[in-house]
C-alpha cells in the first residue's frame, strides 16, 4: 500500500493551508486554512475534492490543526458548520483556546467592515470549537483502534504543533509552521527521531538563511523609540495573537529598562483579552519565560493599557498595536489613514504581506500615495519599517529537521514555487531523499514501508543485541587538513559497534515462520554443526642464529625450547605487524591469532598439511602450521604469501 | 515477572510502595514518607516562639488561652497516660519505607512516581552516590512534590532553630532506653506493628538534595508515553479520565493504577501509570483498595462527587457560622485539591452571607502553589478546562486574590504537617480556646495524638474525611473495564472482595514485603520484517524435512517494545550468498565424484586415527596440483598450497553437505 496525500492548499503558496492524507486507509486532514488574498471561493480549499458527495464524515477519519493561524485553521467552521463535517477534530489546548479569537475576529472585519456576506457566524465558531478535542504536547492519541497521533513543539505561535500520524507500520509527520529557533516568548522546534515514510513541511523560506535575530529586534526597538522620543506615533498593525505578544515582551522589557513613559496601547480588548489565555497557557512558552509564572507572569505587561479612539488625534506620542496585520481593513486602516501623512509616524510592517493588502503595497517600493479605493487616495509620508525577525524557521532549518528525521519521502507545502524547487534540488542531491512540492489540487503517492510478521526466538534476538565491537587501526591522517604540519600520523584505533541482526528463518508447513540463532536451527534438525576448515603448514626462511647455529630449528625442532618458540613466534608477530598495518593481530605466545586465521610453529616431522613440494632448503626453514576458515580465505592467503617470501632473522 | 509490596501504606498521605522485576528490569512504584508518624514529635514549645505574636496582629485573633509548658521533659520510669508531655522533645525525623531500605538502590532500573506524596522519600534514594535509575514523574506531579518537599524542608528549619543541631548520629529518643519509656500508643508508630521499623527513620534531607533529586526527574507530560530501554513503555494519564481511549489501544500492558490526590472536581496531578512491556503481556495490579478512586470516577455516575461536594458545602457552613459568631477557622492545607475547593466555595458562602472576612493563605510557597494550579489546565478536569477555553482563570483564587479577599502571605511558615510543624501550630495554639472558633481537620485515626498538644480545647474541631482512594465495590466495575490478565490483590481484603470465577484474569493476593512470583504471559516475540527486506530472501528447501530456511540479516530495531528487522543501508556482499553454516557428514566417495566432475582427481585413504581418536578419512589429491582432504564427522580441514585449487575443494565439500 501506500500514503496517499492531496494538496487542497498551499500547494507552492502561502495560504489555505490543507493537505489530506491517505495512509493505510486512513483518512487524515492537516490543516483547515484560508487564504488572506482572495474575497471569492478561492479563498477556501476545495472540498468536493474529497468526496463528491460531500459525505465528509466517512471520507474523513480526524482533523488535525496545528495551529490557530487563519492560514491554518480558517476554513474549519465553515468545514464543520456549513459543509457539515461532523467527525472528531484535533488540536492542542492554546490553539482550542484562542483560534476562535482569531476567527471572530476575522468574522468581525469582513462583515462588519468590509460589509461582506458573511460564511460562517460566531454560533458557528462556537459550535465548530465544542468538537475540537484538545491535546497536550506528547500525548498519545489513540483516534481509533488503528490511528495513533501525537502532537509536538513547533514554537512559531502559542500552540503551534508537528503532528505525528501512524496507522499500522507507516507514519508520517506533518510539521504545520514551525520555528528551529527560540524567539522571544517561544521556544524552538522539538521532536523525537521517528521512523517516518513521509515528512510533509512547510517551507516558507526555503531559500532565506539568516543570522541572528537579536540585531534586527535591536533595530525595531531603535526605530520605535527614535519615532516617540521624536514625538512621533507608532502604529503596529498585527493580528492578536502571536506577533502582539513577542513584541510586547519585547516593548515591554525595553520600555522597563530605558524607563520609558510613552504609553503602549492595545487598540481592542481583543488582545488585552488574547493576554489572559497567554498567561493561563504560560507553560507552553519558552523556558525563560515559563519560569516567571510564580513571581511576575511575562504576559502581564506592565507599561499596557487599552486604546480609546479618542486618542488617535490626540497629539502625543504613542505606541499602538491594531489588528488587523497586514492593514487589510479595520481599525489598523483606519489609524493608518490618520497616520500615515505625517512624516513624525512610524508604521511597522510584518515580513510577509498577501497581495492585495495595504501592507503589501507599503512593501513594495517607496510609495508616496496610496489608492484606497477609486474615491480615496492616502498620502503616505510616515516613515515605514519592515520587521525581518519572522516565526517560521530558515532553510537551514528545514534542512536539519529533515536530516534529523530521515523520512523515505519529503513534500514541501507552503511556500514559494521557485524557491520550494531549488530547496527540493537540494534534499534530493545533499540527503538523498525524495522530495515533492505538488501544487494545488495535486496527489502525490508515496510507498509506505510494510511488514511481514514472524515468531523470533529469544536467542535470536539477545543475539542480536550482542555488541559487536571491531577494532581497526588507521593511520589515516586528515588528508584535507593542511594546518597540522607538526602533527606526525599517528596510528589510532578505530572502535565501531556494528550490530548484526543475523539469524534463520524456518518456515515449515501448517507452523508459524519463525526466526532462529543459527545454533538453534541445528538443534531443531537434530544436527551437528560441520566445519570446513583450511588449513596449511606453510615453510617460513629463517637466517642461521648465530648460537643455535649447529642446532638447526628443523629438523631437530623438538628440542626447541619454549623460549625459542617464542621468540621465533615473536619475530614472526613483528614481521606481520609491519605488512599488514590495519590489522588486528592477537599474540598468544604460543600462536598468532588474525580473525579466524590461527598460526602456531608446527612441530611434527611429518603434518599432514605439509603440502608444498618446494622444500628446497629444509634446513633453513621452520614450519608453521596455519589453519582457518573460508571467511577469512583472501587474508589468509596473504598472509602465507608474506610468511613465504620473508626471512626471520 | 516479581513483585513485592514494600509497604502498603496508609492513607493519602502515605501511597504504597511497590518493587516489580518484569523483563529483566526493577520497577520501583512511588517513594513516600510517613508524615504521620511525626505527630510522635512534640510542636515547637509555643512560649519560646516568638514569631507567633508578631505575627497575631494580622490576624483576628482571640487570646490564646492555652500555652504549653516548655522546657526539659521530666523522665519517669513508670508508662505515664497519654498526654502532651509523652510527646518527643527533639528534632523531628521522618519515617521512609524501610522495607525500601533491604534493597540495593543502585540496581533499581525504574523509578516511577504516581503523585506529589509519593516523591516525598525521593531525595533519600537519588542520594545515593550508585543510584542510577531513571524516575517518571508527570510534569504536575514534579513540580507540585518539589514544592512540597521545599515546604516540609523549610517548615523543618523552624524546628531545628529550636532545638539547634543534634550533636550525635542518633538522637537521644532513639536510645532503646527511651524507646521503652514512650507510651505504647506512641512506641507502635515509632517502631511499627512487629517493632522493627526504627530503621526507616531519618534526619530530614536538605535543600540541595531536593534540588539534586529534582534534576535527575524525567518529567512527561499528560499521556506521553516514556519507552526505557526500548522495550518498557510507560505511560502517564489522569486516573479520572479518558480510561476508555487508553485501554482500547489493548496492546498495553495496563499495569498498577494509582490515583492519588484530588477531589472530586480536580484531577490535576492525579494519574496512573500505565506500562507496556514488550512482551505484550497484559496484567493489572490492583495494589490497594484506596488507589482506584478517580479511576472508578468514570465508571460511575457522579454520586460520589455529589457526596464529596455536600462535605464541602458542610464545611462550608460550619466555617460560616464559626466567623458569625466571631470566631476563626483554621483549615490546615492538607490536599492541595480540597483546599482549593475549599477557597473558593468559602468565599462564595462569604459573599452571599454578606461577610467580609479576610482569608489567609499562609505558606512559603502559597504563591508559587497557586499561581501553578492557574497554568496547568492541561491536567484539570473537563468543567476547569472550559474555564480555559472561556477565558476565564482556571481556579477562582486568581481573582479572589486581585480582589483582595484572599491573602498570601509567603511567610517563614507554611501549612500544617500533621499539626506538628508549620504555623497551623501557632494559630492553634492561640484559638484552641475560643468556643467559636473552628478547626477543620481530616479524619484520620491517630487525631487523638494530633490534637495532644493543644489539649484542652474548647475549639471546635470538625473532622471529615475525603475520599482518597477506589471504594471497594467499585473494584469489580473497573476490573471489568479493565479486562486484565492478572490482579494483584492485598491479602487483607480478600474476604472484602470476592472474585467470581467467571473472571477473564487470575487474582493473586500479596502481603507486605513478600515477593510473589507471577507467571509470565509472554510468548516469543514477534519480528516484523521490512517486506524490501524479506524479498530478497533465497530460500533454501530442505525436502526430507519439509521445512524452508533462508538466511536474514537486517538491522533489528526496538522501538516502544516492538522489534523490526530493517534492511541494513550496505548491501550485502556477494560472500554472503555462499552457505557458512554446514551440517551432515560427507561421504568420501560422493566427495571424490563431486571432485572428478570438477576435473580434479585423487584417491581415499581410510582408518586413519590421529591423536583426538577421532575417525577421519583422508583424500588425496594429485591432480591437478596436491592437495589434501582430511574429512570427519563433525569437521573438514582442506589443505592446499593452490589456492584456486583450495577453494574448488571448499565448493565440492560444501555441495556434499546440507547448509545455510
Not at chain 1, 592477537?586 to 603440502?611: A, M, T, W
Not at chain 2, 483554621?330 to 475547593?341: K, M, N, Q, T
Request: glycine share 6%.
Amino acid at each position: 500500500m501506500a500514503i496517499e496525500c492531496l494538496v487542497l492548499g498551499a500547494g507552492q503558496e502561502i495560504g489555505k493551508s490543507c493537505v489530506v492524507v491517505t495512509i493505510n486507509g486512513k483518512r487524515i486532514m492537516f490543516d483547515c486554512g484560508m487564504h488572506m488574498g482572495y474575497q471569492d471561493r478561492r479563498r477556501y480549499p476545495d472540498f468536493s475534492l474529497i468526496s463528491k458527495t460531500r459525505d465528509f464524515d466517512n471520507a474523513l477519519d480526524c482533523i488535525i490543526i496545528t495551529h490557530f493561524h487563519l492560514d491554518h485553521v480558517g476554513a474549519l467552521p465553515y468545514f464543520t458548520e456549513v459543509c457539515g463535517y461532523r467527525g472528531p477534530i484535533y488540536m492542542t489546548y492554546p490553539t482550542k483556546a484562542l483560534a476562535p479569537l482569531m476567527l471572530e475576529d476575522y468574522r468581525k472585519v469582513m462583515v462588519d467592515q468590509r460589509g461582506e456576506e458573511e460564511q460562517f457566524t460566531s454560533a458557528h465558531i462556537a459550535e465548530c470549537m465544542k468538537k475540537v478535542i484538545a491535546v497536550d504536547l506528547k500525548q498519545s492519541v489513540q483516534v481509533d483502534k488503528d490511528l495513533q497521533i501525537r502532537a509536538y513543539y513547533a514554537g512559531h505561535v502559542l500552540g503551534a504543533a508537528m503532528f505525528y500520524a501512524k496507522v499500522g507500520d507507516s507514519a508520517m509527520v506533518y510539521t504545520g509552521d514551525y520555528n528551529m529557533t527560540p524567539d522571544r516568548h517561544l521556544g524552538a522546534a522539538q521532536i523525537d527521531r521517528l521512523q517516518l515514510d513521509l515528512l510533509i513541511t512547510e517551507s516558507t523560506y526555503a531559500g532565506t538563511i539568516r543570522d541572528s535575530k537579536y540585531a534586527r529586534e535591536r533595530e525595531f526597538l531603535k526605530a520605535v523609540h527614535k519615532c516617540v522620543a521624536g514625538g512621533g506615533k507608532v502604529l503596529i498593525p498585527t493580528f492578536a495573537l502571536g506577533r502582539a505578544q513577542e513584541l510586547c515582551i519585547l516593548l515591554d522589557d525595553y520600555w522597563e529598562r530605558m524607563k520609558l513613559k510613552v504609553p503602549i496601547y492595545f487598540s481592542a480588548g481583543l488582545t488585552i483579552q488574547a493576554n489572559m489565555y497567554y498567561k493561563m497557557l504560560i507553560s507552553w512558552t519558552s523556558q525563560k519565560v515559563k519560569e516567571t509564572y510564580a513571581t511576575h507572569n511575562a504576559f502581564d505587561f506592565k507599561n499596557v493599557r487599552n486604546f480609546d479612539r479618542s486618542l488617535i488625534d490626540a497629539p502625543s506620542p504613542c505606541v499602538l498595536f491594531a489588528t488587523p496585520g497586514m492593514i487589510s481593513g479595520g481599525f489598523s486602516l483606519e489609524v493608518f489613514k490618520r497616520w500615515a501623512p505625517d512624516e513624525m509616524n512610524l508604521v511597522t510592517l510584518p515580513g510577509y504581506c498577501v497581495a492585495g493588502t495595504i501592507g503589501h503595497k507599503l512593501m513594495s517600493g517607496k510609495p508616496t500615495k496610496i489608492d484606497l479605493d477609486k474615491d480615496t487616495q492616502i498620502d503616505v509620508r510616515c516613515q515605514i519599517h519592515q520587521l525581518s525577525f519572522s516565526p517560521h524557521t530558515d532553510a537551514k532549518g528545514i534542512m536539519d529537521l529533515v536530516k534529523f528525521l530521515s523520512p523515505k519521502h519529503v513534500i514541501l507545502v507552503h511556500g514559494e514555487k521557485p524557491k520550494m524547487a531549488t530547496l527540493k534540488q537540494r534534499i534530493q542531491s545533499e540527503l538523498g531523499i525524495q522530495c515533492y512540492d505538488p501544487a494545488n489540487k495535486d496527489s502525490v503517492c508515496v510507498p509506505s514501508t510494510h511488514f511481514v510478521k514472524a515468531g523470533a526466538s529469544n536467542a535470536f534476538i539477545r543475539s542480536c543485541l550482542n555488541p559487536n565491537f571491531k577494532f581497526s587501526k588507521s593511520s589515516l591522517e586528515d588528508k584535507s587538513d593542511s594546518g597540522s604540519q607538526g602533527m606526525k600520523s599517528m596510528p589510532w584505533l578505530q572502535i565501531s559497534d556494528d550490530r548484526v541482526g543475523e539469524g534463520i528463518l524456518v518456515l515449515e508447513k501448517n507452523k508459524k515462520t519463525k526466526v532462529v540463532h543459527q545454533d538453534e536451527l541445528l538443534h531443531m534438525l537434530g544436527e551437528q554443526k560441520h566445519e570446513i576448515q583450511f588449513a596449511y603448514c606453510c615453510p617460513v626462511h629463517i637466517e642461521k642464529l648465530e648460537q643455535t647455529e649447529t642446532t638447526d630449528l628443523i629438523p631437530t625442532n623438538d628440542k626447541l625450547s619454549a623460549s625459542d618458540k617464542s621468540s621465533v613466534i615473536k619475530k614472526l608477530l613483528v614481521k606481520l605487524s609491519s605488512e599488514l598495518s590495519e590489522a588486528n593481530i592477537h599474540d598468544f605466545g604460543e600462536h598468532i591469532q588474525l580473525e579466524s586465521f590461527h598460526v602456531s610453529i608446527c612441530l611434527k616431522d611429518n603434518c599432514p598439511y605439509r603440502i608444498t613440494d618446494s622444500l628446497q632448503s629444509k634446513s633453513e626453514a621452520a614450519f608453521f602450521c596455519c589453519s582457518w576458515s573460508e571467511a577469512d580465505e583472501k587474508l589468509a592467503r596473504r598472509i602465507i604469501s608474506i610468511m613465504e617470501n620473508c626471512n626471520l632473522t | 515477572m516479581k513483585f513485592t509490596c514494600l509497604s502498603k501504606g496508609g492513607g493519602f498521605h502515605f501511597p504504597p510502595c511497590h518493587m516489580l522485576n518484569v523483563c529483566g528490569f526493577r520497577v520501583l512504584f512511588d517513594c513516600p514518607l510517613d508524615l504521620s508518624a511525626l505527630t510522635i514529635f512534640s510542636p515547637v514549645p509555643a512560649d519560646s516562639c516568638t514569631i507567633g505574636d508578631e505575627e497575631s496582629s494580622n490576624f483576628a485573633v482571640h487570646e490564646p488561652v492555652v500555652d504549653m509548658e516548655a522546657g526539659v521533659r521530666k523522665k519517669q520510669k513508670v508508662e505515664k497516660p497519654l498526654d502532651a508531655n509523652s510527646l518527643i522533645y527533639s528534632e523531628p525525623w521522618y519515617k521512609t519505607v524501610n522495607n525500601l531500605h533491604l534493597w540495593n538502590a543502585s540496581f533499581i532500573d525504574v523509578v516511577l512516581i504516581s503523585s506529589p506524596m509519593g516523591m516525598l522519600g525521593l531525595p533519600y534514594i537519588t542520594r545515593i552516590k550508585d543510584f542510577s535509575a531513571k524516575i517518571y514523574v508527570t510534569d504536575a506531579a514534579a513540580r507540585v512534590g518539589q514544592l512540597m518537599m521545599e515546604d516540609l524542608v523549610s517548615m523543618h528549619m523552624e524546628h531545628r532553630q529550636f532545638y539547634g543541631t543534634e550533636e550525635s548520629s542518633v538522637p537521644q529518643w532513639m536510645k532503646s532506653e527511651e524507646l521503652d519509656l514512650l507510651p505504647s500508643a506512641l512506641k507502635k508508630v515509632a517502631l511499627g506493628k512487629d517493632g522493627a521499623e526504627l530503621g526507616g527513620w531519618m534526619p530530614l534531607y536538605s535543600a540541595a538534595h531536593v534540588k539534586d533529586c529534582m534534576m535527575k526527574v524525567q518529567r512527561l507530560r499528560y499521556a506521553e508515553e516514556a519507552c526505557y530501554n526500548g522495550t518498557l513503555v510507560i505511560k502517564a494519564c489522569s486516573s479520572g479520565l479518558e480510561i476508555g481511549s487508553i485501554f482500547d489501544s489493548g496492546h498495553a500492558m495496563d499495569f498498577d493504577y494509582h490515583a492519588l490526590q484530588g477531589s472530586d472536581l480536580i484531577l490535576y496531578s492525579d494519574f496512573s501509570t500505565l506500562l507496556t512491556s514488550e512482551d505484550n503481556e497484559q496484567s493489572t495490579f490492583s495494589d490497594d483498595n484506596n488507589n482506584w478512586e478517580e479511576l472508578a470516577k468514570s465508571l460511575c455516575n457522579n454520586d460520589e462527587s455529589s457526596e464529596e461536594r455536600e462535605k464541602l458545602s458542610f464545611i462550608c457552613s460550619c466555617a460560616i457560622d464559626s466567623v458569625k459568631s466571631g470566631g476563626s477557622v483554621l483549615i490546615p492545607i492538607d490536599r492541595l485539591g480540597v483546599s482549593l475547593l475549599l477557597l473558593e466555595q468559602i468565599s462564595m458562602f462569604l459573599k452571599s452571607s454578606d461577610l467580609k472576612v479576610p482569608i489567609y493563605v499562609i505558606s512559603s510557597v502559597a504563591e508559587e502553589l497557586l499561581a501553578y494550579t492557574n497554568i496547568i489546565p492541561e491536567w484539570l478536569c473537563k468543567q476547569r478546562q472550559e474555564k480555559l477555553f472561556s477565558g476565564e482563570s482556571l481556579f477562582a483564587h486568581v481573582e479572589l486574590i486581585k480582589e483582595k479577599k484572599i491573602h498570601v502571605f509567603p511567610a517563614v511558615h507554611s501549612p500544617k504537617l500533621f499539626l506538628r510543624l508549620g504555623p497551623a501550630v501557632h494559630l492553634l495554639r492561640r484559638w484552641s480556646g475560643d468556643p467559636n472558633s473552628l478547626l477543620v481537620l481530616e479524619d484520620e485515626a491517630d487525631a487523638d495524638i494530633a490534637l495532644l498538644p493543644f489539649k484542652p480545647m474548647s475549639m471546635k474541631v470538625l473532622q471529615c474525611s475525603f475520599l482518597s482512594g477506589i471504594k471497594l465495590q467499585k473494584v469489580q466495575p473497573l476490573l471489568k473495564t479493565l479486562q486484565p490478565k492478572l490482579v494483584l490483590f492485598p491479602e487483607d481484603l480478600r474476604n472484602h472482595v470476592r472474585f467470581s470465577n467467571i473472571n477473564s484474569f487470575s487474582v493473586s493476593h500479596y502481603f507486605e514485603n513478600e515477593t510473589l512470583h507471577i507467571p509470565s504471559l509472554k510468548g516469543s516475540p514477534e519480528l516484523k520484517i521490512t517486506t524490501d527486506l524479506a524479498s530478497q530472501l533465497n530460500w533454501r528447501n530442505l525436502e526430507q524435512r519439509k521445512l524452508n530456511i533462508t538466511r536474514l540479516k537486517g538491522e533489528l530495531l526496538i522501538e516502544q517494545g516492538k522489534h523490526r528487522l530493517l534492511s541494513r543501508n550496505e548491501q550485502a556482499s556477494s560472500s554472503q550468498n555462499r552457505p557458512f553454516l554446514h551440517w551432515g557428514s560427507p561421504h568420501p566417495e560422493d566427495l571424490l565424484a563431486v571432485l572428478s566432475k570438477m576435473g580434479i582427481n585423487g584417491h581415499v585413504e581410510r582408518g586413519m586415527r590421529d591423536a583426538e581418536s577421532d575417525e577421519a578419512c583422508i583424500v588425496h589429491v594429485q591432480d591437478p596440483n596436491k592437495a589434501l582432504i582430511e574429512v570427519r564427522a563433525t569437521g573438514t580441514v582442506i589443505s592446499a598450497a593452490d589456492e584456486n585449487l583450495a577453494s574448488r575443494i571448499f565448493e565440492a565439500v560444501v555441495d556434499v553437505l546440507e547448509g545455510i
